[in-house]
Antibody, heavy 120, light 107 residues
Framework: EVHLVESGGTLIQPGGSLRLSCAGSGFTVSSTYMSWVRQAPGKGPEWVSVIYSGGSTYYADSVKGRFTISRDNPKNTLYLQMSNLRPEDTAVYYC??????????????WGQGTLVTVSS | DIQMTQSPSSLSASVGDRVTITCRASQGIRNNFSWFQQKLGKAPKRLIYAASSLQSGVPSRFSGSGSGTDFTLTINGLQPEDFATYYCLQHNNYPWTFGQGTKVEIK
């Protein structure tokens, strides 16, 4: 069974850096494409970044140049390195992966989310 | 960026009602489109992928249709557990974009 468990969210000051982790189980992180999605309080979800099995990465304009998505294959873990954080980055960050084999499209599986609060 | 416009933004319905939510893309996205349900304090859950395919484990009262720019989510026979917020998503072009959401409330 596929499980995604995020960690690393905390309260951090504007301009700070933070790394979120997402431990995968029941599948191999490097064999599929995985994304980060965030949701600010009271708002809808917002796609942040995706990494494909071949290593290609894409980012939302709002985080480009500040956030980096990566993975550690031996640890079967996905990361989101966030720098120069802004108050508008405050959100629950979800780790997601594409749907099960035989389906199409992203966000078929979600973690429970981790809260990042950017405030002084 | 492709804008996804959902309507209505909220609706009130009774158990057993048929509910229809629409989503319009600002340009054609083929069938690279999904519907999600989100309950308070939980992660979104994918209901429909490829515009009309039902995610495994999702009740058959949920159905999706459409292609190109106009899409519809229908709930036939609303159940108490269906009261939630629904979001559409396009993943045809980067950045992938969600609609603003439709909150389904109890009448």
């Amino acid at each position: 069974e596929v499980h995604l468990v995020e960690s690393g969210g905390t309260l951090i000051q504007p301009g700070g850096s933070l790394r979120l982790s997402c431990a995968g189980s029941g599948f191999t992180v490097s064999s599929t494409y995985m994304s980060w999605v965030r949701q600010a309080p009271g708002k809808g979800p917002e796609w942040v970044s995706v990494i494909y099995s071949g290593g290609s990465t894409y980012y939302a304009d709002s985080v480009k140049g500040r956030f980096t998505i990566s993975r550690d294959n031996p640890k079967n873990t996905l990361y989101l390195q966030m720098s120069n954080l802004r108050p508008e980055d405050t959100a629950v960050y979800y780790c997601t992966r594409e749907g099960q084999m035989g389906t199409i499209g992203p966000f078929g599986y979600w973690g429970q989310g981790t809260l990042v609060t950017v405030s002084s | 960026d492709i804008q996804m416009t959902q309507s209505p933004s909220s609706l009130s319905a009774s158990v057993g009602d048929r509910v229809t939510i629409t989503c319009r893309a600002s340009q054609g996205i083929r069938n690279n489109f999904s519907w999600f349900q989100q309950k308070l304090g939980k992660a979104p859950k994918r209901l429909i992928y490829a515009a009309s395919s039902l995610q495994s484990g999702v009740p058959s009262r949920f159905s999706g249709s459409g292609s190109g720019t106009d899409f519809t989510l229908t709930i036939n026979g609303l159940q108490p557990e269906d009261f939630a917020t629904y979001y559409c998503l396009q993943h045809n072009n980067y950045p992938w974009t969600f609609g603003q959401g439709t909150k389904v409330e109890i009448k």
